[in-house]
Each structure stands twice: as C-alpha cells, then as structure tokens.
C-alpha cells in the first residue's frame, strides 16, 4: 500500500467518505483545513444522499477542480480550461470505471449494504485513489500546481 493510499485508508477509518476524503487530502497537501467545506460535502457520499446515485468520487474531483480554478468571488469568474478540465475528468471517470454510479460501480443498493460489505470499501478505495491521481494529472497538465493554489 503507498502513502496516499494509507492516507485515505487512515482517514476512512476515522469515519470520512469518499467525497470528504479526496477534499481532505487535497486541503492537507497545501497544509489547510476547511471543516465547512468537509462537511458541505458529507452528502455526496455513497452516491448522492446515500441514494447509490452519482459517485462521491466523480463530485469530489470535480469540486476539486473548482477549488483550483471555479469561481468564488462575485468579482471573479472561472479560470480558462476550467469545463475542459471537467469534460476530461467526467470523460475519463465514465470510461475508466464503466458508468458514473454507485450501484453501477460498486453494487451499492442500499445503506445498510454498504454498512455490512466490506468489498464495497475496497472497489471504493481502488476508484478513489484512481480518481485522486487524475484530478492531480489534469491540473497538472492545465498549468495548476497540486498543493498550492497561491
């Protein structure tokens, strides 16, 4: 296991989801903390609303990709290339994984399925840790330094 699957193995186990914990390490890799944001966010786990909907991981690299270049200010606007960078996210998320749903993903049908079977978590972490490393390689190849929004 790497590190920054360890990482995301540590902060599963301290009761982070999927959506939160792509956020959370991309905030810990520029050394900040945003509990709003983290809980903002806690919604879109196990498919929006626990409905095994869309995956909290194809939302997560989104967000993440506004966090870098979306706009956030009434003054400002979003960053150029930022739909680019979503296309090719959502693009690639689709045809890596085969679909962009948790119960097409993973099987999920219901919360009490994902309390009980640990096979989810590992499809899971193998589609989290994928998605955390694009969002990084897309960023990257937009000119945007991973870590550091400054």
Known sequence: MDDTA??????FNAGYRCTQIMMKMALDAEEKE??????????????????PKICGVLT?????????????TDTEFSKPGYSEMVDEYMEWFESEFGGT?????IGV???????????YKLK???I???????????LMEHDYEFGNRE
Request: hydrophobic share 40%; net charge negative; charged share 20%.
């Open 6 to 11: 360890f990482e995301m193995f540590k902060l």
């Open 60 to 72: 997560a690299g989104i967000a993440l990709l506004g966090l870098y270049a979306g706009k956030g």
């Open 34 to 51: 945003n509990a709003d944001l983290l809980r903002a966010l806690n919604g879109f786990c196990i498919g929006i609303g626990s409905a």
């Open 109 to 119: 049908v219901s919360f009490t399925d994902w309390n009980t079977k640990q096979e």
């Open 128 to 138: 989290l840790l994928k998605s955390y490393e694009k969002i990084q390689e897309i």
């Open 124 to 126: 899971c972490g193998n």
């Open 101 to 105: 749903e948790c119960q097409d993903l």
